[in-house]
């Protein structure tokens, strides 16, 4: 008889566990699914300054370029990446227009890509001006302009506001700070920044473009002298990265002097071009 209540206060036991469990999970998935509807709501209630577009108009190239009809959709793709990404001064203040031209840098290498979302940022940080490897904004060894964040930094960017505003600036003078840690990110979308995206490399393109690369990488570093930004040797990742600026500011000259990486780097970034051809 012992033995019975013994059982039935334990099954009892086990019973009440359970259905406490089962609450707790029900209450997890409500209040993640709660989250979910209000991260989403708060994503389409987002709304740009309204000056939004003038300025991009004034200062952004690309959008310049482009017909009545993608600037539409360049500022929703801003819109939707302020909406989900953070950009915040570090000890200074930011202006409102400072977080369009990071969401602009963002959009423009993947504006052909409608469905494309950086899924490996959530926040960029703008520094007063340059800093060090260590994130440091004091000292001798501050000569770094942008950086993806690695380890404790994972899934955030660091610009040093200067830079960033100072690729907007001169548009053809193939230097955007902001556009080449973007560029950096999309290499590294596959899990490698190894200068190969390949979520923008068609399968038999990627052997062309490794050739080309390590190519221009040798002439390179051999002669110390190149239209492309020689920062471009220093690796894989680098060049990606360097002559990515190149394509978005500058276009005409680097069809000019390098057509081949012109042709690949145009299907990368521009696939659905018809007249595109490697
Ligand atoms: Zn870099």
Same mark, same amino acid.
């Given at each position: 008889m012992r033995r019975c209540d013994f059982y039935a206060n334990k099954v009892n036991r086990s019973k009440t566990i359970f259905m406490w469990a089962l609450v707790a999970l029900i209450l997890a998935i409500a209040i993640v699914i709660a989250g979910n509807i209000i991260r989403r709501q708060r994503i389409k209630n987002f709304k740009l300054p309204a000056t939004t577009h003038d300025y991009l108009l004034a200062h952004v190239a690309f959008y310049k370029a482009l017909s009545d009809d993608k600037r539409i959709e360049f500022d929703e793709r801003v819109r939707d990446f302020l909406a989900r990404t953070a950009v915040t001064g570090i000890g200074i203040e930011i202006t409102e227009t400072d977080k369009v031209l990071v969401a602009a840098s963002a959009i423009i290498p993947i504006f052909s890509f409608p469905d494309w979302r950086y899924n490996n940022i959530s926040e960029v940080l703008l520094y007063k001006g340059t800093f060090d490897?260590?994130?440091?904004?004091? %000292?001798?060894?501050?000569? #770094?302009?942008?950086m993806v964040g690695s380890g404790a930094m994972q899934g955030q960017m660091i610009l040093s506001l200067p830079a960033l505003r100072a690729g907007f600036s001169n548009?053809?003078?193939?230097?955007n700070t902001a556009i080449h840690e973007f560029a950096h990110l999309i290499d590294k979308?596959? %899990?490698?920044?190894?200068? #190969?995206?390949e979520y923008l490399l068609k399968p038999e393109h990627i052997q062309p473009w490794i050739k080309y690369m390590h190519q221009n990488i040798i002439e390179m570093q051999k002669s110390r002298h190149s239209d492309i930004n020689l920062y471009g040797a220093t690796n894989d990742a680098e060049f990606f990265a360097v002559i990515s600026e190149y394509f978005f500011e500058r276009p005409q000259e680097l069809q000019q002097h390098h057509p081949e990486l012109y042709a690949l780097l145009d299907e990368m970034f521009n696939p659905s071009k018809e007249d595109t051809a490697v």
């Open positions: 490897k260590e994130y440091h904004t004091e %000292g001798d060894e501050r000569n #770094v302009l942008g548009p053809a003078d193939g230097q979308a596959d %899990g490698a920044t190894d200068g #190969v995206p």
